[in-house]
């Protein structure tokens, strides 16, 4: 087999051979670029809030990996637990004492929790709380928001988000109908969309399914009372209420929404943060409603690497210094001054834009606002986006690349850092507004 050297090599030559042994050249859509007609950037290594590419260049990253690295890239407690777990055994497919450290961390953090399951990846997580849910109220029907999304289970590529609306890909075909028609869909923050849907539907719901603070169609913040209603709504027709927290779990709060908002899920699924950059997600809640679960119930869900030590080893360093130094208040703060930032440098220069900052999650729409929904959402100027999307990446800083998605903050980025983001930004915008289709001399192609 041709490995070919590592390094150095041109990124142009990582991307043929990618896209000629994978799929688009990725592991994931949302990687690719398309949207912002890039392409991909190839990784090479991390460092606080730093990502850099094959050819060594550093960029200052609001992705973190898509949520999880909370404290930046390659930090120092969570590699060194890692590291010493790899020494211990790389997987056991046995039952370990990190998962019960980890699980009861779970327990005594996000609210409402007393048992945990842990899982590999946040589709793992929200697919098997819909199963339960399922099995609990022995109905059918789900319940979900237009531009939320839930992982790639069949279930839930019903109008999702994410890269799901980054490639205008409403479904999925591979879906069987049978399966989608048990989804049921509503524009996210509209309680009389959902009173209409538990009119008809009610009796046959076993759940609801929400992202608190939509994540996946740029950050949407729930309006007041509209979770409030999801649960009373739920309470009524005796459907549960899951939360999908896989982005919002120790971001928006250190409890997540639940403990943000006040209102009690009856189903958790985490992810991201949980796990620290490994792969590791998990449902959460009530021993009644858990205890379903397979050996002690007869819900079956299971995976070899579950629980994976080296997973449970960084999940528990993250969490372990997210308690010793609470963080949350600094990186909200920061956020908001990002946010802030950026929306005035826009405004300056007449591009309409509105944006939030919630706990260490941010999100920018280059649109009037105010943004409730993915229709909303979608009205977001996509072109100037994508403009000003390079122009900011070919000065070192890494935005997600799409309209669609959130951005994060770690504990790494400094004030100095977010500073220079806001310098970059103001050219970028200054940039993209050059490159306007109709600011081009006359006769440029
Ligand atoms: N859930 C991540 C944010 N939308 C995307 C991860 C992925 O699809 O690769």
């Keep these: 087999m041709n490995r070919g050297p590592r390094r150095p090599s041109a990124a142009s030559d990582w991307i043929r051979r990618a896209r000629d042994v994978m799929p688009g050249g990725v592991s994931s859509p949302v990687r690719a670029f398309g949207a912002v007609g890039m392409e ?31 404290l930046g890239h390659a930090a120092p407690p969570v590699v060194e637990a890692v590291t010493r777990a790899a020494r211990e055994g790389m ?14 961390r779970v327990a005594a953090w996000v609210p409402g929790v007393e048992m945990v399951r842990f899982v590999n990846s946040g589709t793992e997580a929200t697919m ?9 109220t022995g109905r059918d029907l789900i319940l979900k928001f237009a531009g939320c999304y839930h992982g790639h289970a069949d279930a839930f590529l019903v109008v999702a988000g994410s890269g799901v609306a980054t490639l205008s890909l409403p479904d999925s075909p591979g879906v069987p109908a049978a399966t989608s028609g048990l989804t049921l869909t509503a524009p996210y923050n509209d309680l009389e969309a959902v009173a209409a849907v538990f009119a008809e539907h009610g009796a046959r719901l076993a759940a609801v399914i929400v992202e608190p603070v939509a994540g996946n169609a740029g950050l949407i913040p729930p309006r007041e ?45 985490l992810g991201k943060v949980l796990g620290a950059g490994m792969p590791v997600a998990a449902y959460a809640g009530p021993r009644e409603l ?155 192609g």
Excluded at 95 to 100: F, I, K
Excluded at 128 to 136: M, N, Q, T
Excluded at 300 to 305: F, P, R
Excluded at 346 to 373: E, K
Aim: proline share 4%.
């Design 40 to 70: 991909p950037l190839f990784a090479a290594s991390g460092k606080g809030a730093r990502i850099f590419d094959e050819a060594g260049r550093g960029y200052l990253d609001y992705v973190l990996s898509w949520g999880p690295l909370i």
């Design 225 to 269: 009372g509209f979770l409030e209603g999801l649960r009373d709504a739920c309470d009524r027709a005796g459907a549960l209420l899951i939360f999908d927290e896989v982005m919002t779990g120790f971001r928006v709060a250190r409890g997540g929404a639940q403990e943000r908002y006040g209102v009690a899920a009856d189903l958790v699924a």
């Design 290 to 444: 858990m205890r379903r679960m397979a050996p002690e119930g007869d819900v079956y869900q299971a995976g070899t690497l579950s629980g994976n030590p080296l997973g449970m080893a960084a999940g528990i360093a993250q969490l372990d210094e997210l308690e010793r130094t609470d963080p949350f208040d600094g990186l909200e703060r920061r956020a908001a001054t990002l946010v802030d930032g950026i929306v005035a440098a826009a405004s300056a220069r007449g591009i309409p834009a509105c944006g939030t900052a919630l706990g260490s999650m941010w999100g920018v729409f280059l649109s009037d606002g105010p943004v409730f929904d993915f229709d909303d959402a979608r009205r977001a100027d996509t072109d100037l986006f994508a403009r000003y999307y390079r122009a900011c990446f070919e000065r070192g800083v890494f935005f997600a690349p799409s309209a669609f998605e959130a951005g994060f903050l770690s504990t790494a980025h400094t004030d100095a850092d977010v500073a220079e983001t806001l310098g970059v930004v103001g050219e970028a915008l200054d940039a993209a507004l050059e490159a306007a289709p109709d600011a081009a001399p006359e006769g440029a």
């Design 128 to 136: 098997s709380a819909v199963r339960l849910a399922r099995a609990a």
């Design 91 to 104: 997987s056991f497919g046995a039952c370990q004492a990190r998962e019960v450290e980890l699980a009861e």
